[in-house]
């Protein structure tokens, strides 16, 4: 690809993984605990003992895995992620189901610092370990006419026990147009803070969308389509007049029900625990030209 993302994070600039790893405990303010967490900054923050993943108390979304934000870190653990394997196919050269392990060796998996944004107005500096989507929506060949990427999770009731649960038409489902789903940012994540993706998060293989609200990274991915219409999406199925089918990071478009103007940044000291949020949660140099014309309030 002709165009290679530059960073501008560092690692000086992650959240501290006992910090991810505990962002409950942190965003339900806990009381003392969570201030003090959030007060300590970065270097006491980083002399935590990290928990083990076990006891991990998270703050994870993951709907199969129940409605309570710490169900997934509860019940995740008996998913099977191996063999995984992910099917490609519509508009696609090379359509068919492939193991995870046949497609990793053919990826160039790199380390990205990200910044990673809930419409809960918590954000966090996160790195992930994972491959460009657009080397493997090329290692599928894109054929003429497709236009728009669509993402499926494994719907496995056996082990994901909110799937036996009304709500949510399964299985969870994303989808991106295709000119996002090529873009450099736009990343395939198999891990984070170096290991192995944990099951809460989404394992073995999720999508990353930093620009867009952290409700676009669909994770433990077993479809993905091109196909030359505009994919239904889990949220915007749910409830179309909140979660958009863009769901782009714009501190001028309010969800209704709160503002998008500011965020929490977990581990990011007191003082600067609430910062103005930036467009395309500060990736408007790289993104911002997607959406050259369109209206971001119509499309949200
Ligand atoms: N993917 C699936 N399959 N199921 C889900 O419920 N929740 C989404 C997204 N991906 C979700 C999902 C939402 S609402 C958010 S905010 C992020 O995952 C949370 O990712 P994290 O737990 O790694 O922070």
């Not at 394997?85 to 053919?106: F, H, K, M, Q, W």
């Not at 669909?218 to 889990?234: A, G, M, R, Y």
Request: glycine share 10%; net charge negative.
């Amino acid at each position: 690809m002709a165009y290679r993302w530059t960073p501008d994070l560092t690692r000086d600039d992650i959240t501290p993984e006992p910090l991810w790893l505990n962002r409950r405990a942190v965003m339900m303010g806990a009381g003392a605990a969570g201030l003090g967490l959030i007060g300590a900054g970065r270097a006491r923050a980083e002399a935590l003992e990290p928990n083990s993943y076990e006891d991990i108390t998270s703050y994870n979304n993951f709907y199969e895995f129940g409605w309570n934000k710490d169900d997934p870190a509860k019940h995740a653990g008996g998913l099977t992620i191996e063999p995984w394997s992910i099917e490609i196919d519509g508009l696609v050269e090379r359509p068919g189901t492939y193991d995870l392990n046949e497609i990793l060796a053919e990826m160039t998996i790199e380390e990205r610092i990200y910044r990673f944004r809930c419409v809960e107005a918590w954000s966090m500096v996160v790195p992930w370990n994972g491959f460009e989507l657009a080397d493997l929506l090329n290692f599928a060949g894109v054929r003429e006419g497709a236009k728009y990427v669509a993402f499926e999770t494994l719907h496995r009731p056996a082990e994901m026990p909110g799937q036996k649960g009304g709500g949510i038409e399964w299985p969870y489902r994303e989808g991106l147009r295709l000119d996002e789903a090529m873009h450099p940012l736009a990343l395939m994540a198999t891990g984070l803070y170096g290991k192995p993706m944990p099951r809460q998060n989404g394992a073995p293989i999720r999508l990353v969308v930093p620009w867009k609200y952290g409700f676009k990274s669909i994770k433990s991915i077993v479809k993905i389509t091109l196909t030359d219409t505009q994919p239904q999406t889990t949220w915007n199925m749910l409830q179309p007049g909140e979660y958009g089918f863009y769901a782009n990071v714009n501190p001028e478009v309010d969800h209704p029900r709160w503002s998008q103007a500011r965020e929490r940044v977990i581990g990011g000291g007191l003082f600067a625990a609430k910062k103005r949020t930036l467009m395309f949660n500060g990736y408007e140099k790289e993104v911002a030209s997607l959406y050259d014309g369109m209206d971001l309030e119509t499309f949200y």
